[in-house]
């Protein structure tokens, strides 16, 4: 296999593993840009996953082709919802947001697997029959190389996780909306007096999270997995995170990283059938994400800094 | 009311609420919430297997209660006591069949072994925490997945391919036909014994020793600490590789007693997730972490009773943990009930 075959076929599928996680860890920065830690994010996108499943197999006959966006609607109202546990606990209840994530998590895979049960009388679905197809963008397609690299045999998906990251950084650093998010996660005191409700702006961020956390599992379920089951989604969530911190807290930082690690999680299921990398131990890939996030954090990669306020409660009037 | 008590009601509303909302989850799906308790029951306390092999289940839900709770007491998150559990596993059952020793220096060996295996897992994050104040919490979390598939891959290595290693010997083994015949043959191992013994350790290590005071002292705060001249970073480190310690003998039980060997994980085992439930729980005080391991390995253990008697999924069981941690951790506001109600009953006086 030459080289840019090996490109062809490795970077497609690099963005097809990344799409869930570039999902994922953009409501990561959201929460942790408003002062709330989100460990909960794997058990939110279980839950996405789940919903998205049962909601595809309960309507594919009826829906169609629409079945697996209408099911990605639906993991995203799932994820806000289940999310509020976490925003009630931490922001309200001032619970420590990493064990209320902790708990989000384990409810998550309780709940989702409790259901699968109850529903079809064991622990894993059928597999989907409408699942999310490829298709190649006219016009762009036709370019040499590129074309055939980034524009065909796309997902739509994936196209949607990118848009989504830029339009994330757009509200971020772009808006009024964004620039208070971003101030109640570094001084919630100061933007208290500057008249900036921060606890509503907790809930929405944690709720931004639970949607895209949501979107996230439901398009791993429906584009990857193609079914629902315990073991379905395992360590996406976490890696998501890494994702997040790996890109600085930053939407496109995140999106590089979680393409990045799409691509690590792509060469570990691909990697056998290319030379060289198929020399590389299976281990070393899969651990890699996990590595590389460690190393971020201890500077060697530049210094990860987490917004300043980000895992403790806003309790007001205390200094 | 005194503060002391409660201290002592959160928890208890705690497990009360959990359970509640257990019972509402369980009539919502259709089932009988007192069936489903029953059974629950009976497979804690049922006859004398399952009381055996509850009592197994508590084993390594102690250490792993007592690794997040030491961590917690010098204020340090320890969520990676499930990466540690397994590379203590894999230690503990690694030297149980690689070597052939007499009990009496093989049992101890192997748990060394593992102490050594979960207290290197953690001394990582400790040191970049001490060092470079990176934040414990992230750092454990990669650690366990770094685990996992670490250890997968060295099972792989060390039994050429296998989804399993070998046996360990006989000479490393907990079990015990003794506690094996009085319990009807669950999988009861003397490890009981060690958890308790280490109960204790973690109770005279904090409360009794110059060491542990440090430990504790940074904790509280760290500034302080420091101006009284204790080197915080040594400290952070001490307890993160103690935490470790403890975690990875809490795999050694499972590799000397309850398996026998180590099998390819396809997740993870949950009882370093379950063990901050049992730290949050127990207060982080170590007797208060055997009662919390007895409640949450009670649970895990009756809960496989249930789909058989109840036709209840055990799901439940994990929901209702989750639950518990959920309110355990927003105590906040049921102090605040409390204190209202407590003083609506004053002013009626």
Known sequence: ???????????????????????????????????????GLEGVMIMGAFSSIVFNLTFADSLGAWTPWIALLVAMLTGIVFSLFLAVAAVSFRADQTVAGVALNMLGLAVAVFAVKMLYDKGQTDSISERFSRFDI?????????????????????????????????????????????????????????????????????????????????????????????????GQGFIAIAAMI????????????ALFFGFAQSLSIVGASIPVIKDVPEVILLILPYVLTILALAGFIGKARAPRASGTPYIKGKR | MSKHMTNILVPLISILLGLIVGAIVMSLSGFSPIDGYIALWNGVFGDSYNLGETIRQITPYIFAGLAVAFAFRTGLFNIGVEG?????????????????????????????????????????????????????????IMMNYIALHVVNASIATLSDGAEKTEKIHESASLRSPFLES????????????????????????????????????????????EYAGMNVGKNIILAMVISGIFAGLGGAMEALGTFGN???LTGFTGIGFDGIAVALLGANQPFGVLLGAILFGSLKNGGL?????????????????????????????????LERLSKKKKEEK
């Open chain 2, 262 to 264: 180590i099998s390819k």
């Open chain 2, 182 to 225: 009085i319990t009807d043959y669950s999988r009861l191992h003397w490890g009981i014994i060690v958890a308790i013994i280490a109960v204790f350790v973690m109770w005279f290590l904090l409360e009794k020793t110059t060491r542990g005071f440090e430990l504790k002292a940074v904790g509280f705060n760290q500034d302080a600490s």
């Open chain 1, 138 to 234: 006219p016009g762009l397609k036709s370019i040499p190389i590129l074309g055939e690299m980034f524009f065909t045999d796309v997902y739509a998906t994936s196209i949607l996780a990118i848009m989504i990251a830029f339009v994330a950084w757009f509200i971020i650093y772009k808006t009024p909306f964004g620039l208070r998010l971003r101030a109640v996660g570094e001084h919630p005191m100061a933007a208290d007096t500057m008249g900036v409700n921060v606890t509503k702006m907790r809930y929405i961020a944690v709720m931004i999270s639970g949607a895209l956390g949501g979107i996230g599992g439901a398009i791993y379920a429906q584009a990857i997995a193609g079914n629902f089951s315990q073991s379905t989604i395992s």
């Open chain 1, 1 to 39: 296999m030459s080289f840019l075959e090996v490109l062809y076929f490795i970077i497609p599928s690099a963005i097809f593993y990344a799409a869930p996680l570039i999902m994922t860890a953009i409501g990561g920065v959201f929460t942790e840009r408003s002062g709330v830690v989100n460990i």
């Open chain 2, 84 to 140: 540690q559990l397994i590379v203590g596993w894999l230690a503990a059952a690694y030297v149980g069949y690689a070597f052939d020793l007499p009990k009496i220096i093989h049992i101890p060996l192997a748990l060394l072994a593992a102490a050594v295996a979960g207290g290197l897992w953690a001394f990582v994050p400790g040191l970049l925490k001490a060092k470079l104040q990176v934040h414990e919490v992230i750092v454990t």
């Open chain 2, 305 to 337: 009773n249930m789909p058989n008697e109840a036709g209840i999924p055990m799901e439940i069981v994990s929901i209702v943990t989750a639950l518990i941690i959920f309110f355990v951790a927003s105590g906040y506001i049921i102090r605040v009930t």
């Open chain 1, 246 to 257: 790996f890109g600085k807290w930053h939407p496109l930082g995140a999106m590089g990283a």
